[in-house]
């Protein structure tokens, strides 16, 4: 059974960082693309970053280019959503996803499984 685990969300003023933490389990980590996803209230779930693999090739919207990085720690089954200078339009829920494919493209279709997500609130 795949679980896919997030933590790190919370409150923080605009400016401010978080890091998001996506556990994973039930699956061969390193043989997943992993991406992050977020959906604010009233507003379709969006694209946010994507890591292959090695963890070497990643892939940003272009609304978190220069402020978010993802990355991944194979040996802990984890990936990660560094988020700085937040912005209030960053309020959210946050999304990993696991995806067997190599190029799984920025639509929700090209993943297979997700977490529950967790809040991040971003106060002006």
């Known amino acids: 059974q795949v679980q896919l685990v997030e933590s790190g969300g919370g409150l923080v003023q605009a400016g401010g960082s978080l890091r998001l933490s996506c556990a994973a389990s039930?699956?061969?980590?390193?043989?997943?693309?992993m991406g992050w996803f977020r959906q604010a209230p009233g507003k379709e779930r969006e694209f946010v970053a994507f890591?292959?693999?090695?963890?070497?090739?990643?892939y940003y919207a272009d609304f978190v280019k220069g402020r978010f990085t993802t990355s991944r720690e194979n040996a802990k089954n984890t990936v990660y959503l560094q988020m700085n200078n937040l912005k209030p339009e960053d309020t959210a829920i946050y999304y990993c996803?696991?995806?067997?494919?190599?190029?799984?493209?920025?639509?929700?279709?090209?993943?297979?499984?997700w977490g529950q997500g967790t809040q991040v609130t971003v106060s002006s």
């Open positions: 996803a696991a995806s067997p494919r190599w190029r799984p493209g920025t639509g929700s279709q090209g993943y297979d499984y």
């Open positions: 039930g699956l061969t980590f390193g043989s997943y693309t």
């Open positions: 890591i292959r693999w090695s963890g070497d090739s990643t």
